[in-house]
């Protein structure tokens, strides 16, 4: 077998690895959290804070409207009580206590308001926990399916490199070396087919002759315009 030819399949083989490679980069990264899996863990976490914001305000506009109730209590208590009969002290005690009520009325508004708002943001919390459920579920079935793909590619790309060792090993040195230089800096493809006495690799036409001492060379012929390894079937 000609060299060229030894040298397209060992081709064939490179690009079925690299090819299985990147396959199995991608069936890898599936096994880790994903993107999607933290953003709504990030999400769920911003509608708790959120939600417990509103629940903190809450609690303080209750001991609040508590407060100030007992104090309007205090203040209708000592104004209906009988022990204040100097008219000043009576008209202070009204306006404190329109006061309170107008604070208390206040109070409560503020109260209703954070009442809505948590109620919504109880319903963006359970959402927001939906969306994370789901995307886990997604994760670990596609982490499931994952193994199964990387199982079997590791098992091709094994067997792949085993055939490129042995299709190595029957090149020359020389031959070998000019391919891999080749391989580096052609992106991979270090050999061209010729076919209709065009390099199917820059698809230009070559000379007769060109394909002529490309066929059977050892070493292997180049392209003049691409540089790459002819290979004539």
Not at 23 to 49: D, F, M, N, W
Request: aromatic content about 2%; glycine content about 6%.
């Amino acid at each position: 077998m000609e060299p060229a030819q030894v040298l397209f399949e060992l081709q064939t083989l490179d690009l079925r690895i690299a090819r299985d490679g990147a396959q199995l980069e991608t069936e890898r990264a599936k096994i880790g959290e994903p993107a999607a899996v933290r953003q709504a863990s990030a999400a769920v976490s911003s509608a708790e804070a959120d939600l417990a914001g509103l629940q903190r305000q809450l609690r303080a506009a209750e001991q609040e409207a508590q407060t100030v109730a007992a104090k309007k209590a205090e203040v209708h208590a000592k104004l209906y009580s009988g022990h204040v009969s100097v008219p000043r002290e009576l008209t202070a005690l009204e306006a404190e206590e329109s006061g309170l009520s107008r604070s208390l009325v206040q109070i409560e508004d503020r109260q209703l308001e954070l009442m809505a708002s948590a109620e919504a943001a109880e319903a963006a919390l359970a959402a927001a926990r939906a969306a994370l459920d789901a995307a886990q579920t997604r994760w670990h079935e596609d982490g499931q399916e994952a193994h199964e793909h990387i199982g079997r590619l590791e098992a091709e790309v094994g067997q792949l490199q085993a055939d490129r060792a042995a299709i190595a090993a029957g090149l020359s040195a020389p031959n070998l070396a000019l391919y891999d230089r080749l391989r580096r800096t052609k992106s991979g493809r270090a050999v061209a087919e010729v076919r209709d006495n065009m390099c199917q690799a820059c698809r230009t036409t070559l000379p007769l002759r060109d394909v002529q001492r490309a066929r059977g060379a050892d070493p292997p012929h180049e392209c003049e315009n691409c540089g790459r390894l002819l290979y004539v079937r």
